[in-house]
Structures are given as C-alpha cells and as structure tokens.
C-alpha cells in the first residue's frame, strides 16, 4: 500500500528537489511506501485533502485546523529553529519608508497562502488598509510576487519571509523590505492522517534521530532544516486558535 505526501504549496522552489530526497530517506527509514504529490496552489492542495487524498503532510497553520478538527490528522514534527513570518517589501525604488504611508487603492501582490496573507494585512493596518481598499493581486508563487514589483505592477508585496530570503541576490538588491511579522510562534507541522496513526511512534523517531547521522544531515541540508523537534497536539491547537484570534 502507498501513502500519499505532499507538502504547502508554499515551499521555496530551491528545496523541491529536497523534498523528494526526503520522501526517499523516508521510504527507506520506515519501509513505508509513500508517493510524493506536490500541488500547484492551496485550492488543489485543499481538494486532495477533503478527499482524503493524503496521508502525510507538511502543512502550515491554516491547514493544520481543518487536518486535526476534520479530518483526524495529528502532528509529528517541526523544523528546529523556524517560524513562520510575513514580509512586505516594495521596489526599492519605491519612495515609500513605511506601511503608513501607503495609501488606498495600493496594488499589492501576493500568494494565496492564507497564513501569509493573514499576516500580511495585519501589517498593513497601520496604513488604514485592508481587503476593501487595496487592489489584491493573487498569484501562484512569491517569484511571481517579485516580478510583480520589479515591473512596477504591484506597489507593495506580501511574502512568506523564508521565500523571501530564498530569492536570488539580484532579485533581493531590486527590493526594500518595509516591515517583517515577529510572531514568532507559528510554524509548519509535519502531520499523519488516520492510515498512519498506527505508524507516528515509528515516523517520529525516525525523524528526530536524523540529525545524528551524516545521510540524514545530508538531507536536512537539501531542505534547509537543521532537525527536527517533536510537537505535541496541544501546541498545534495553541497555535491554531492564535492563527483564529489574529485573522478576526
């Protein structure tokens, strides 16, 4: 039997190759079969999981409510020493220095990960804007924010931070960025669904010994991770019902 993986269509495109590394570290550890399915945008990620379509998931928080409430995943890992922020960054040629100053009728270009969006208005606030004053410009992924700048079509742009830093220098040196969240305490999760739940114990050990072996380092490396660390169901539900508070 194979199980289905995937993981937030919002990874950064320099660790794709990562991820199926780790699928195959995985497979071997375990000597489970699991088919790595990655999913252009959030909308076909969602449908894959009403339909009970995965097994395995690296989700952000937003999902992480509808896996656990829905749909009975639980968590298993995260990444030792990551959160989950949002940067908003203009051209740099863009003589604004700060979100108050930009105005309505500010385009802004961004994703359609809920979490960074969520994150993302709430920094605007402060520049009395918000979904009905802004011209929204929703795109596949945060190169394509980028582009949106550098070609003078968007004011302002919404993107995870580790997307972000994982931009070309180039492209970076084209950018200012204007404000960066410090939440601090939201976080991507590695989450079984009810196929696994028999398997956690086993998936879970494997994952925080992997730092302890060279091949394993090795293939933290390739995702950017250093290891992981083990994260409980109340800490995810903590975290969820932030998320919640935060997007009111």
């Known amino acids: 039997m194979s199980f289905m993986f995937t993981v937030s269509p919002d990874f950064s495109p320099a660790h794709l190759s990562g991820w199926y590394i780790f699928n195959t570290w995985l497979q071997k550890q375990t000597e489970l079969a699991f088919h ?35 749909k009975g995943f639980l968590p298993l890992a995260k ?20 979100v108050a100053h930009l105005l309505p009728g500010t385009k802004v270009a961004y994703t359609d990960d809920p979490d960074v969006r969520m994150m993302g208005m709430i920094m605007l606030e402060p520049g009395d804007l918000d979904a009905t004053n802004i011209e929204a410009q929703v795109v596949k992924t945060n190169i394509l924010v980028a582009k949106k700048l550098l070609k003078g079509e968007a004011d302002a742009g919404i993107f995870l931070a580790e997307a972000y830093e994982d931009l070309s220098k180039l492209i970076k040196m084209q950018l200012r960025v204007l404000v ?29 010994e992997m730092e302890s072996c060279e091949k394993g380092k090795g293939v933290l490396d390739s995702l950017g991770f250093t290891g992981w660390e083990k994260v409980e169901k109340d800490e995810v539900e903590f975290m969820i019902d932030l998320v919640d508070a935060l997007a009111m």
Do not use: W
């Open 36 to 70: 790595l399915e990655l999913y252009d945008d959030f909308h076909a990620q969602t449908d894959a999981i009403i339909n009970d379509n995965v097994d395995l998931i690296y989700a952000n928080s937003f999902d992480a409510a509808m896996l656990m409430r829905d």
């Open 79 to 98: 990444a030792k020493g990551k959160s989950d922020e949002a940067i908003i960054a203009v051209n740099a040629s863009n003589t604004v220095e700060d």
């Open 180 to 208: 960066q969240s410090e939440i601090s305490v939201i976080h991507h999760s590695l989450m079984v669904g009810p196929k696994l739940l028999d398997k956690r114990d086993e998936i879970q050990k494997a994952l925080l």
